[in-house]
């Protein structure tokens, strides 16, 4: 079984990181780190990091990894930001989809201003 940890290029990101690192160390399984930034990331070198293709759809990728490691992955782990109704009917929301669309647990964490 495996913690997957959705890390974007923000201070969510960052959170979503060290919560999925301290789940799978309380949960004694592997952490999966799905790297939606645009630059590498450093993690501890348990971890394993999938690295998003180019131009694919960040909720999409996430979603697939779920698919694909069916029975591997227990848990996802995202980050959130608050935002206004508007701002979500207009821009959409890749953590709606992912709480919509996993067919794991999802932890979504979020800042302490959030």
């Keep these: 079984m495996a913690v997957l940890a959705a890390v974007t290029d923000s201070a969510e990101?960052?959170?979503?990181?060290a919560r999925g690192l301290a789940e799978a160390q309380l949960r004694g399984t592997k952490l999966l780190?799905?790297?939606?930034?645009?630059?590498?990331?450093?993690?501890?070198?348990?971890?394993?990091?999938l690295e998003?293709?180019?131009?694919?759809?960040v909720a999409?990728?996430?979603?697939?990894l779920i698919d694909e490691r069916?029975?591997?992955?227990?848990?996802?782990?995202?980050?959130?930001?608050?935002?206004s109704p508007v701002g979500k009917l207009v821009l959409g929301s890749v953590a709606q989809q992912l709480?919509?669309?996993?067919?794991?647990?999802?932890?979504?964490?979020?800042?302490?201003g959030s």
Excluded: H
């Design 99 to 112: 709480l919509l669309g996993a067919d794991v647990p999802v932890l979504a964490v979020k800042t302490a």
């Design 13 to 17: 990101g960052d959170l979503a990181l």
């Design 60 to 64: 999409e990728y996430v979603l697939d």
């Design 33 to 49: 780190v799905a790297n939606l930034r645009l630059s590498p990331l450093a993690v501890p070198e348990a971890a394993e990091v």
């Design 70 to 83: 069916a029975g591997e992955i227990d848990l996802l782990v995202i980050g959130m930001k608050r935002r």
């Design 52 to 57: 998003r293709r180019a131009g694919v759809d």
